[in-house]
């Protein structure tokens, strides 16, 4: 599906490239500040009403937020008949007018707070497109209540496009009510008896030269056959169709169609038939007493999705008017979102969708000139069902070369979305940070959900003491105490499980115990803050300690699991751990082994958990923390049935580090205080294998 849309930018012109004479055309008329010139060609079809040309472009604010300012002229002063299609979104004006074969340039007014409104003018060319927002909550099956509607109707969107066929909204993401009105001009192939026909979603209705033929109104789908159809007959002149369709549950499917003399098969009304309408072209700004004049109309290049997210790359096409890069011209661009470019026409990637105030600098020698305008940024609603989607990893390397310091904050938080999305790690980290430790007035769960972020990331990069120091400056300035509490638990984590500075853990863990035990909704912190402590007291040797640390986190039920699913849960989590870790898929691994802890941190005095989270850990390449993971359980729970498998373990670790006698003592303490254990042969036969029992004197 087509619009005058893509020709209306392609007919755009990069006026920045080569220098511009002022144009010496006389003035509308002093209350005008602003002058657009444009050009555009067209070809005299013959017919009544004249022809038209259409283009968009940007006021800066200048106009009134209705357009209603607009005048569109020739020879610098004679009017011709306009309509302003669309004013809004921002800045951004959409008009046609009255264009004469013998006449390329036009002059386009506006700037004029007192302007009365313009004359109007009937469009007698093209299929124009307009839809409104849909606000009755009823569903009324007559034309005159919808076209009644329709005058009290918010505008959504207006263009031309090439035929009436729509499988998506134009204007806007599908799932907003909408009614849309078509207005198209066309000449039949031949003459002779049509069977007009419409499918649609909601209601539609068709009405040729101002006559009801099809009426189907709503609710309904859309139908793949020709049954709501009717016959009229035709000359071979010019007619006028208006198809109307209310989409009162958002979905959007309209067809208008045909089966013309002579043809067995109803096909869409074809493109050919309507009468041309031609893009105009954007020439250059005229502004009272100023030579240079700095310009440039934004255009949608292209979008990026990554999960719930759409990313868009605007292009910035330089129009400004006597100033060129070959001239010594400079070109300082502002996006609004806290980033620059000094490039002639660049592109930018923004994150989140809205309306942004850029502007354009122009300068040479001793003039300069600022254009400033509203631009809105979405989705290119006209293409939304292509699948041609830019990778987002094209985007995540432009955003990473951003100024982080200068982003302002929605795209901020889109940035950590983004890297952590793509794993990039030192952008995640520094995106993070300048959001949640240099950022006033983010929004709390913002820095809650990102703060948590940067210190697992922080974390992960081995950089334990960052972490920390993030987590207490992000702690205070949280309100509400739960959220505060996930924060203040992560101190005693990142102590206990990087900095191995088990004092200070504890004496973390015991603040959440007591700072937040009546806090409402803080109950899993305080579950992790038991286990932590529990932890605490494992790693020292005090087993009984740890066991009422563990009690005290099982305690708190934030679910219930009956004693028969209980041990079936057990058995599930302790296969994952063993098979994500055969396949090295660490993060699965790890995760399901975190899983069981939680659920079940009595279990982390037991053994089983112990073993594969060490086995995990050492196939990893974290020796150390696999060795410490088994010592750990072997000192608070000597009489483990895992004990024996646990030495064996350590022992290995010990082998591995060049630490022989180590291990052969380990190994002798599995063989004399373990005689019973089923893997006694294996460990004999490997404290044999290492040179025997370790004399002692």
Request: aromatic share 10%.
């Amino acid at each position: 599906m087509g619009s005058l849309k893509t020709l209306c930018l392609a007919a755009v012109v990069g006026a920045a490239t080569a220098p511009v004479v002022a144009d010496q055309a006389p003035w509308l008329d002093p209350a005008w500040t602003v002058r657009r010139v444009v050009g555009a060609v067209v070809e005299d079809t013959g017919q009544a009403g004249g022809e038209v040309a259409v283009c968009a472009f940007y006021t800066g604010g200048m106009a009134k937020p209705d357009a209603s300012d607009v005048r569109v002229a020739i020879n610098g002063r004679r009017l011709v008949g306009h309509r302003v299609l669309q004013a809004g979104p921002a800045d951004l004006v959409r008009v046609a007018f009255e264009a004469l074969p013998n006449i390329t340039r036009y002059y386009i007014y506006y700037g004029n707070p007192g302007a009365p409104p313009p004359t109007p003018w009937e469009i007698q060319r093209g299929v124009l497109l307009e839809a409104r927002q849909w606000v009755l909550a009823d569903r009324p099956a007559a034309l005159p209540v919808i076209e009644a509607a329709w005058q009290k109707a918010r505008p959504v969107g207006a263009d031309f496009v090439s035929h009436i066929s729509f499988g998506h909204h134009p204007f806007a993401a599908d799932g907003t009510p909408t009614v849309f009105h078509y207005t198209g001009w066309f000449i039949p192939p031949r003459p002779g008896t049509y069977s007009i026909a419409t499918s649609s979603d909601g209601g539609s209705w068709v009405v040729i030269d101002g006559r009801p033929v099809v009426a189907w109104p709503g609710p309904h789908g859309p139908v793949r056959d020709a049954r709501h159809a009717q016959d009229v007959v035709l000359t071979q002149a010019l007619h006028r169709i208006d198809y109307w369709n209310v989409s009162h549950s958002g979905r959007t499917m309209m067809v208008a169609a045909w089966k013309a003399p002579g043809d067995n098969q109803y096909r869409a009304i074809p493109p050919a038939v309507f009468l041309p309408v031609a893009g105009a072209k954007l020439v250059e700004v005229d502004l009272k007493g100023e030579t240079l004049v700095a310009d440039f109309f934004a255009e949608h290049a292209d979008e990026a999705w990554w999960p719930s997210r759409y990313a868009v790359r605007m292009t910035f096409r330089n129009l400004s008017k006597v100033v060129t890069v070959g001239r010594s011209g400079r070109f300082d661009w502002d996006f609004g979102d806290g980033q620059t470019s000094a490039e002639l026409e660049p592109t930018h990637v923004y994150l989140a969708p809205g309306d942004y105030t850029v502007s354009l600098k122009a300068s040479r020698a001793t003039l300069s000139n600022t254009f400033r305008t509203n631009v809105r940024v979405e989705r290119d609603w006209f293409n939304q069902a292509s699948r041609d989607v830019t990778p987002i990893a094209r985007y995540a390397e432009a955003v990473a070369r951003y100024d982080l310091a200068k982003l302002d904050v929605r795209n901020l938080v889109l940035a950590v979305d983004l890297f952590n999305h793509q794993k990039m790690q030192q952008p995640l980290i520094a995106a993070a940070a300048e959001l949640t430790l240099k950022r006033d007035g983010v929004l709390e769960k913002d820095l809650v959900d990102n703060g948590l972020l940067l210190g697992r990331t922080l974390r992960a990069a081995g950089r334990a003491d960052e972490a920390l120091r993030a987590y207490r400056s992000i702690e205070p300035r949280i309100k509400a105490g739960r959220r505060r509490a996930e924060i203040a638990v992560q101190i005693g984590e990142t102590l206990r499980t990087d900095l191995l500075r088990y004092d200070e853990a504890e004496k973390e863990y015991q603040r959440v115990l007591k700072t937040y035990t009546t806090t409402a909704g803080a109950e899993a912190e305080l579950r992790r803050a038991h286990i932590g402590l529990g932890d605490v007291w494992r790693h020292r040797g005090d087993g009984e300690k740890a066991r009422e640390a563990y009690a005290a986190a099982a305690a708190i039920r934030l679910t219930f699991q009956p004693p028969n699913v209980v041990a079936v849960r057990v058995g599930t989590l302790a296969r994952y751990v063993e098979e994500y870790t055969r396949e090295r898929q660490w993060e699965w691994a790890f995760q399901f082994s975190d899983d069981w802890a939680w659920e079940f941190p009595l279990d982390k005095l037991k053994g089983h958990w112990s073993l594969l989270r060490a086995k995990a850990l050492l196939a990893r390449g974290d020796r150390p923390a696999a060795l410490r993971e088994a010592m750990d359980l072997l000192g608070a729970s000597p009489d483990s049935t895992y004990a024996v498998r646990l030495l064996m373990f350590a022992a290995e670790c010990h082998v591995a580090d060049g630490q022989t006698d180590k291990a052969r003592l380990l190994l002798q303490t599995a063989v004399e205080d373990y005689p019973e254990d089923g893997d006694q042969d294996a460990a004999r036969a490997r404290l044999q294998a290492l040179g025997g029992p370790v004399k002692t004197k």
